[in-house]
Structures are given as structure tokens and as C-alpha cells.
């Protein structure tokens, strides 16, 4: 933490849940951690809408623009910490807002060769296919709860 007993400071953050007509979700393998897997996310800026920050996210990370896809939900907040005394920009840890969105077009749209590129590669997996052990231990709690939460599983 930023001091002793002081209480954790959150970055707000966005995380989009994409599925495919088939019920897929994406993933995306993070570009310097292999065997690393997760939802595209993102900071929400000073000022930023969260609805903007995912817009912005999910074309900075994977390439879609508003108009291929659809927003159906949205949950939140998910906490989480950082490792032990780790920090990310003065902040301790996460507070995310995750979004459930229907893909509209082909998932040929989907990439990952991006100016600000996050991902070695995506995936699409059944929602039951996630594997706890492709997260960090300090992201593992929210998972559960976001897989929990958007589609009734226990991870």
C-alpha cells in the first residue's frame, strides 16, 4: 500500500467480455507473459466514461471499432491487489468494471497487430474451458467471480 494503514488506492479499470454467435468468448494471451490469458482491459482515464474507456480499449487491443459489436451488460466493481508492493502508476491495485458484448461482425475483425498491442495471439473458448491457472494468483478472485457473476460457473 502507498502507506502504512493507509487504505489501497484502485485504478478504475474496463474488461470486455467478447462473444461469438456460438457462445465463445475471447481471450487473449498477454504479448510479454506466454500461457498468460485473459479479457481485453484497460485504465479508465481522468475524466473518461467507462463506456469510452472500453470503446477505446477494445480497439487499442484488439482492433474493433463501437459498430462490431454490441454492449449487453455491464458488472461491477471487481477488486483486486497488485503483487505485495507492487504498484502501477501510484495505485495499489484494480477496481474493474467488466462489459458482456456480442461480437456483430466476422471474428476475422478481431486482431492483435495493434499500434498499442497487448496480445501474442487471442483464442475463443466455451466460457467452461477458462483455466484459473493462466491468471496471476493476485487476478484469481475476480475471475471466479466475473465467470460466476456473467455465466454461472464455478471456476
Known sequence: ???????????????GILRNGAGE???????HFPGSWQFPQG????GEEREAALRREM???IGLLPGDYAILDSRGPYRYLFEEGRQKRGY???EQYYFLLDLLGPPSRVHVATEHQEFRRTAWIAPGEFQLSWLPAFK???YK?????FFGIAL
Open 59 to 61: 480497439e487499442e487491443e
Open 140 to 142: 484469481l478472485e475476480v
Open 25 to 31: 468468448i475471447l481471450i487473449g494471451e498477454r504479448l
Open 92 to 94: 495499489d491495485g484494480q
Open 43 to 46: 485504465g479508465v482515464d481522468e
Open 145 to 149: 467471480a466475473v465467470f460466476r457473476d
Open 1 to 15: 500500500m502507498t502507506a502504512q494503514n493507509a487504505a489501497p488506492r484502485y485504478r478504475p479499470n474496463v474488461a
